[in-house]
């Protein structure tokens, strides 16, 4: 244990204690506040007049975003701290609320999107790798369990907003500031977890940081994460709007609802599998995944919102097992000091699949319609699915012929 951190755990135990709990509340409230907007969408097309590829844009412009935070800081709190850096991304994030509330067009929706993204790319590695400091496995654990947790918070929480509360517009961002504020300040009772180093400009320079060690493994299964997050993509842009149009159903809350029952299905499944072997998660993430896909294209095509959540949870399972395999196969390989490097490299492939293919989708929508998007979208994910079950067959295959 590094001096720092045996001075923090002398002089503030409780803070020790409540520092895991602390941080997965913080990487919940970011990633609630991401999801936030999703329920909005429609509301913000028809109030500012603008197309589902325009829905698409604001959505993915947070990801791109995230993705240049990323690559820039994404490994900045391994030089200066984990305080500092969450600290500052809460600020930048704060910013973003401010500009939610003042939106009045879709510029301004773009550069909420973008300050937020930015906030969220250094908040993720930063409280990642502290909550891997603070305990390897349970911080694997924890980082696939909380972002999805906070996903749902902010999709199912702002739908019951739009459908029951007053200037839904502005009340879900003034809820979001006011946790941000709070986690500002309660920051600095939370002992820091690692040790600055030396090399924080060299840092700053844009590179994709992979521990030797870590290559195999995050590039066999490269296809399933790609998979995982162009699913996830696909429903925190477009499911709402697909929703309406093929099931006739108009209700914020139940767009809202069925975004959430994919993201808090995977988060009880990760939980429930925490303690399974991991390619036991990945034989069951897997064939619930494909099983899931399959039910939510029948759900679009008989229009029945009901087979349609009935997919979406099963997929959910999928979409989170997976999600927690890949987290818990790579970062226990990194050293304590290549964490937040590692970390970030993970979630620049995963924002990159989590945008780009949704940027497509919104083409396609306005182009043939969202039932048929959604059949070519499922396809995609499929293959992506078979051909990462094969890249992970052959890396066994090599592991075993070396040995």
Do not use: C
């Amino acid at each position: 244990m590094t001096t720092i951190e045996s001075t923090a755990n002398s002089q503030n135990p409780l803070g020790r204690r409540l520092a895991p709990l602390f941080y997965a509340a913080t990487s919940a409230t970011f990633f609630a506040a991401s999801s936030a907007p999703t329920p909005l969408y429609r509301i913000y097309q028809q109030a500012f007049t603008f197309s589902p590829v325009l829905i698409t844009v604001i959505f993915a412009v947070y990801a791109f975003a995230l993705l240049l935070s990323l690559l820039i800081v994404g490994s900045i709190s391994d030089h200066l701290g984990r305080r500092p850096v969450v600290f500052a991304s809460l600020l930048l994030n704060m910013v973003a609320m401010a500009l939610f509330l003042m939106a009045d067009g879709p510029n301004w929706l773009i550069a909420a999107r973008i300050v937020q993204g930015l906030a969220t790319g250094a908040a993720a590695s930063s409280i990642g790798a502290a909550l891997v400091d603070l305990d390897p496995a349970k911080g694997s654990v924890t980082n696939s369990i909380a972002p999805l947790t906070g996903m749902a918070i902010g999709a199912l929480g702002t739908s019951a907003l739009v459908q029951y509360a007053p200037a839904p517009m502005f009340l879900v961002y003034a809820v979001v500031l006011a946790l941000l504020v709070a986690q500002a300040a309660l920051l600095w009772l939370i002992p820091e977890t690692t040790h600055p180093r030396a090399g924080l400009f060299a840092s700053l320079k844009p590179e994709v940081i992979v521990p030797p060690q870590a290559r195999r493994t995050l590039l066999a299964l490269t296809p399933i994460n790609i998979a995982v997050w162009a699913l996830a993509g696909f429903y925190l842009s477009l499911i709402p709007s697909l929703v309406s149009t093929t099931t006739g159903s108009t209700a914020p809350l139940v767009g809202g609802s069925v975004v959430a029952a994919l993201t808090i299905s995977a988060a009880t499944t990760v939980f429930l599998l925490r303690k399974k072997p991991t390619a036991t998660s990945l034989t069951f993430g897997i064939s619930t995944m494909t099983l899931g896909i399959l039910t939510i294209v029948a759900g679009v095509h008989m229009a029945q919102v009901p087979v349609l959540i009935g997919g979406t949870l099963i997929a959910g399972a999928g979409l989170g097992t997976n999600f927690l395999a890949a987290v818990r196969s790579i970062m226990p390989l990194a050293k304590p000091d290549e964490r937040a490097g590692l970390l970030s490299t993970y979630y620049i492939q995963s924002y990159l699949a989590f945008s780009l293919p949704a940027i497509l989708a919104g083409f396609l929508s306005k182009a043939v319609g969202y039932t048929e998007t959604t059949d070519i979208y499922a396809v995609a994910i499929l293959l992506l699915v078979g051909s990462g079950v094969l890249a992970l067959w052959a890396g066994r295959e090599k592991v075993a012929a070396s040995t």
